[in-house]
Nanobody, 119 residues
Framework: QVQLVESGGGLVQAGGSLRLSCAASGSIFSINTMNWYRQAPGNQREFIAA???????TGADSVKGRSSISRDNAKNTVYLQMNSLKPEDTAVYYCNAVVSAGGSWANYWGQGTQVTVSS
């Protein structure tokens, strides 16, 4: 069984920063792409950024220049550094990973961490 657990969310004032973490655990053989998404109330889940095992990064225009994704393959962990936060960044942030475990690849999601940005 594979689990993804996010942490690092919270309440922050506009202009502040947060660093989210997502650690994968379980009988993991390998992790391919790791992603961050977010979902604000009443909205669809929105892609933020992705990073492959080799470090190739793609990101959404909505957060480019304010956020950066990174990962530590030895720790099976992906990070999202968010700067210059705005009230519209308020959402539940989810990590997602394509994981090889038990002889097959599958897509896993974390439970989410709440980020609230006050004006």
């Amino acid at each position: 069984q594979v689990q993804l657990v996010e942490s690092g969310g919270g309440l922050v004032q506009a202009g502040g920063s947060l660093r989210l973490s997502c650690a994968a655990s379980g009988s993991i053989f390998s992790i391919n792409t790791m992603n961050w998404y977010r979902q604000a109330p009443g909205n669809q889940r929105e892609f933020i950024a992705a990073i492959t095992r080799s470090g190739r990064i793609t990101g959404a225009d909505s957060v480019k220049g304010r956020s950066s994704i990174s990962r530590d393959n030895a720790k099976n962990t992906v990070y999202l550094q968010m700067n210059s936060l705005k009230p519209e960044d308020t959402a539940v942030y989810y990590c997602n990973a394509v994981v090889s475990a038990g002889g097959s690849w599958a897509n896993y999601w974390g439970q989410g961490t709440q980020v609230t940005v006050s004006s």
